[in-house]
């Protein structure tokens, strides 16, 4: 919230500071018409980053559907251990998986924010295809107990202010630059350089509290053994992705 209401404040800062500057130049004994100018045009240049910038940062971005689904009679071993999981964690189980071409195992609920927030979201289970590769089934019940540990700490439920946040500062950083380069006066460059720099420290410990709960619902449902080998073969696999895609791409 602070966030969003520091944008018009930023916005009113970018207008207010020039003009101040040309009306103190204008009280001066001596008029130089030259500087008069340079402090309009730097002015000009940091109000059309600015109101650039929060135009962008308030576009809502709609949540794209990625990947395929994976239907229950077409893939029912998985389905099978998506159900499993969930009833060994306490928690029902998602409504819709997809499969995606990366190496990640995730998860998500759909839905507005008062169903999300009654536990009424559409749930849906992301999987990598990389991921999957020579996954042990009880390593992969763990992690997906551990995927489900954030259904059933609510994680899902009010997490995505966080992230429309971070996607609302990262498009603002792309306004910024498409204006061309970047000056050491413009205003909107500092504000979002100190504000991105404070957000992600204070929301970085909220974001591995989550990821340990899920841990301890992982453990607890199946074991660390299996929870270690399931997070230790997601995390290899995924450098093992990113480095055979990198290679690829370069030959």
Known sequence: V?????????????????LTLAYGLLLVPFLS??????????GFGGIVT???????????????????????????????????????????????????????????ERGSAVARMRDRGRRVLILGLAALHEMKRDAFLAVLAHEYGHFLNRDTAGGRLSLQVDAAMRRFAEAIVR???VRWWDLAVHFLQAYHTTFMRLSFGSRRLQEVLADQVA????????????LTHTIRRSFEFEWSLSDAVRN
């Open 2 to 18: 602070y966030y969003y209401l520091s944008l018009p404040m930023l916005l009113l800062v970018s207008v207010a500071l020039p």
């Open 33 to 42: 018409l030259w500087l008069i100018l340079l402090v309009f045009v730097f």
């Open 50 to 108: 600015a109101v650039s910038g929060i135009r962008a940062a308030m576009t809502v971005v709609r949540p794209k559907e990625l990947g395929r689904v994976l239907e229950p009679d077409e893939f029912p071993d998985i389905w099978a251990c998506a159900r499993e999981a969930a009833a060994a964690v306490g928690t029902r189980c998602v409504d819709e998986i997809r499969l995606l071409p990366t190496a990640d195992i995730a998860v998500v």
């Open 179 to 181: 204006r061309g380069k």
């Open 219 to 230: 453990v607890k449902a199946y074991g660390r053994a299996a929870f270690e080998e399931g």
